[in-house]
């Protein structure tokens, strides 16, 4: 029997930056890829290495980024100019981001939206794929 568990439902928020700060849904959002972690490896090998076998250590770890697509309305309080993703990026601001998946595990972040790329193809919906740099530890609960 298998543990699988739809996608569907998970909510990807951000905050307002306020001191009790409050996360708002982003609207319409379509797929989520991320956030993704690695760290670096470093070569440790010295003449005292047994074997003659390279040694490697954990370096640094690198948050990654979180990128997802939303149906995109540039009206929509999450999305527009005045206070949405358009106006993260714009500002260049470190935003808090919240991931809440459907068994409530929560995933919380502080992101750069380093990229926000409307489409607008004749024939199919307009959307807009962004991408989250997430900067400093992630937090899984």
Not at 90 to 101: K, M, P, S
Request: glycine residues 6%; without cysteine; charged residues 20%.
């Amino acid at each position: 029997m298998t543990n699988a568990v739809a996608a569907i439902g998970t909510q990807l928020k951000m905050g307002d930056g306020a001191a009790s700060e409050v996360f708002t849904k982003i609207a319409e959002v379509r797929s989520i890829q991320g956030p993704t972690s690695t760290f670096d490896v470093l070569d440790a090998t010295s003449h005292d290495s047994l074997n003659n076998t390279r040694e490697f250590v954990a370096g640094l770890i690198d948050p990654g980024e979180l990128t997802f697509e939303v149906l995109f309305d540039p009206g929509a309080v999450t999305h527009d100019a005045t206070t949405g993703l358009i106006a993260k990026h714009q500002a260049r601001t470190e935003t808090n981001f919240q991931l809440l998946f459907l068994d409530s595990t929560l995933v919380t972040f502080a992101a750069l939206v380093t990229n926000f790329e409307p489409s607008e193809p004749h024939d199919d919906l307009q959307v807009a794929s962004v991408t989250l740099k997430i900067t400093g530890t992630i937090t899984w609960a």
